[in-house]
């Protein structure tokens, strides 16, 4: 039977890749410093260790997630207010 930590991790894998394509710094960029930290960990054998890095993974994707979604609110608005501070 296969580890269902493995399934997680390749989860978080593709969704930190899909995230990635609208990073600031280039889809590119994101890519190579994401494969670079997920092989820094591929040797962890312990499951709590393993728990922990997914976790800290979930909590970068969120910030993502927060990232884009202050970046189109911020357009959003340039787009239908008046700039204030003239």
Same mark, same amino acid.
């Given at each position: 039977? &296969? %580890? =269902?930590?493995?399934?997680?991790?390749? %989860?978080? /894998?593709? %969704?930190?890749? @899909?995230?990635?394509?609208? @990073? =600031?710094?280039?889809?590119? @960029? !994101?890519? *190579?410093?994401? #494969? &670079? &930290? !997920?092989?820094? %960990?591929?040797?962890?054998? +312990?499951?709590?260790? *393993?728990?922990?890095? *997914?976790?800290?993974?979930? $909590?970068?994707?969120?910030?993502?997630?927060?990232?884009? $979604?202050? #970046?189109? @609110? #911020?357009?959003?608005?340039?787009? /239908? /207010?008046? +700039? +204030?501070?003239?």
């Amino acid at each position: 039977m &296969a %580890n =269902p930590l493995r399934y997680e991790v390749l %989860n978080l /894998y593709k %969704n930190l890749l @899909y995230l990635g394509k609208e @990073y =600031p710094k280039g889809g590119n @960029y !994101f890519r *190579i410093r994401l #494969r &670079a &930290a !997920f092989l820094k %960990n591929k040797d962890e054998k +312990d499951p709590e260790k *393993i728990k922990q890095l *997914i976790a800290r993974g979930e $909590f970068v994707m969120k910030e993502l997630e927060a990232l884009y $979604f202050l #970046r189109k @609110y #911020r357009a959003l608005k340039q787009r /239908y /207010y008046e +700039d +204030d501070s003239k």
